[in-house]
């Protein structure tokens, strides 16, 4: 059972609403440091063990500065994430660039960074070599098929378009050997949003007895292993969240049975970005309206352009209207936003205290995947990003989109 506690008042809230219109999504630096280090504190067992932070979860470069401070790197797999994390001083190994039918321009900004390559398919050895050259360092993206289950989110292994299978992978690295690569590293990521600890540990058991099996055939050492990210958190306040040091403890027995054991020591790495932000984020919107028609409806100044979550993949996002924490339920609602498209939902028959207009509600967990999947559909504008820092501060890390920055990419210019 989680507690879904908020680190910041009704009062609090309605300050930072003076200077910062609703809506807007805001971070707690606390939280997201304390993440990061409950995290390496299960992994210490594993000298160089490092997490990259997957940088899709929350694209903000005060987010990753916090994340550097910290310690982690970066994983990225797009040219923007690439400049952002540029710009914030991350060079180098520093970042994993993990490709997913990558433009060539792509592979060029990864190469010259220094970018840790991680391939997503066989026939990308030979477009990396050609649009930008064969790094020292190279890692693979295993996909296991049928051999393992995936989620509802990824999918089925054998149905993604994601990694090699098990013979791809082996002349991959054959190739690689022979082109001149002196450095290896392997990667899957089978599973998303898993609380299923077991789940976990079975990924990192197929890893490390894929490397073995490598190393022996092919005659290479493997410098890293990256796990993958996957790590779920608990949505919903009857869930409870993955003990970390369990699943560290699940992977070093992994870890010294099939790869120490055959005098194997590669580095462990993991790929978490929903784990460090997701939680402690939230959607700050205020009630504008509240409709009874067939159903009861709150309608909010936010929409699916803030987060898409509950639309696309049904999701629950625990609510709590600010000042009445600790009244009981009293009425279902809907709680939607004012999109043209009904599934504009953050909640369907969710029972929550008596709501009217103007009440502020925080949604929770909308740290990762929240605003980084915002769109400008009907027109709609993405919101502020703001930061509660360790100090109780508050800092404005994006501005909110303006009606100005929607049309400058159209032209009028024959329009008068």
Same mark, same amino acid.
């Given at each position: 059972? $989680? ?21 807007? *999504? ?7 440091? %304390? ?17 990259? @932070?997957?940088?899709?979860?929350? +694209?903000?470069?005060? =987010?990753?500065?916090?994340? #550097? ?23 180098? !190994?520093?970042?994993? @660039? ?15 960074? /220094? ?8 026939? *990308? ?7 930008? /050259? ?21 999918? #089925?292994?054998? %149905?993604? #378009? ?36 077991? &789940?976990? $540990? ?31 958190? +608990? ?21 010294? !049975? ?12 993991? %790929? ?7 939680? *402690? /984020?939230?959607?700050?919107?205020? $009630? ?9 409806? =709150?309608?909010?100044?936010? &929409? ?5 979550? +509950? ?6 996002? *625990? =609510? ?14 809907? $709680? ?21 207009? /103007? ?36 800092? #404005? ?5 303006? +009606? ?13």
């Amino acid at each position: 059972m $989680v507690d879904k506690k908020l680190p910041f008042t009704k009062e609090q809230i309605e300050n930072i609403i003076q200077e910062h219109p609703t809506p807007f *999504h805001i971070y707690d630096e606390r939280g997201i440091r %304390e993440g990061i280090r409950k995290l390496s504190n299960a992994f210490s067992w594993s000298p160089g063990f490092r997490n990259y @932070f997957a940088l899709k979860a929350c +694209p903000n470069p005060h =987010i990753l500065k916090i994340v #550097k401070e910290e310690g982690s790197g970066v994983d990225c797999s797009s040219l923007t994430e690439l400049i952002i994390s540029e710009k914030v001083g991350m060079r180098g !190994k520093n970042i994993m @660039f993990t490709s997913n039918d990558t433009p060539d321009q792509e592979f060029k900004k990864a190469y010259g960074l /220094g970018a840790i390559i991680n391939l997503d398919d066989i026939t *990308h050895i030979a477009f990396l070599e050609r649009t930008a /050259g064969i790094p020292e360092t190279i890692c693979f993206r295993y996909n296991p098929g049928p051999i393992v289950e995936g989620n509802e989110i990824i999918g #089925k292994p054998e %149905e993604a #378009k994601y990694g090699l299978t098990k013979e791809q992978i082996f002349e991959a690295y054959r190739i690689m050997k022979q082109k001149g690569a002196k450095t290896f590293g392997l990667h899957t990521m089978v599973v998303s949003n898993m609380l299923d600890e077991s &789940c976990l $540990v079975k990924t990192a058991e197929i890893l490390f007895d894929l490397a073995a099996e490598l190393s022996r055939k092919l005659d290479i050492k493997f410098d890293f292993i990256n796990l993958g990210g996957g790590i779920g958190i +608990p949505y919903r306040p009857e869930q409870e969240p993955v003990n970390l040091n369990s699943l560290g403890n699940g992977v070093k027995k992994a870890y010294e !049975k099939n790869l120490a054991s055959s005098n194997l020591n590669p580095k462990i790495y993991m %790929e978490c970005g929903r784990l460090i932000t997701g939680p *402690h /984020g939230w959607l700050v919107s205020r $009630v504008l309206h509240v409709a009874k028609k067939y159903r009861n409806y =709150i309608g909010l100044d936010a &929409c699916m352009a803030d987060l898409m979550r +509950p639309a696309i993949y049904r999701a629950y996002h *625990h =609510i709590t209207v600010l000042g009445k924490e600790n009244l009981t339920s009293a009425g279902v609602y809907d $709680v939607t936003g004012s999109l043209c498209e009904n599934n504009d939902k953050f909640a369907i028959q969710r029972n929550l205290p008596e709501v009217g207009e /103007g009440d502020i509600l925080a949604i929770h967990d909308a740290g990762a995947h929240g605003h980084a999947m915002g769109f400008n559909y009907n027109g709609k504008l993405r919101s502020a990003e703001l930061l509660l820092k360790g100090d109780g501060s508050i800092k #404005k890390i994006r501005r909110a989109e303006t +009606p100005e920055d929607y049309l400058k990419t159209l032209d009028f210019s024959e329009f008068g």
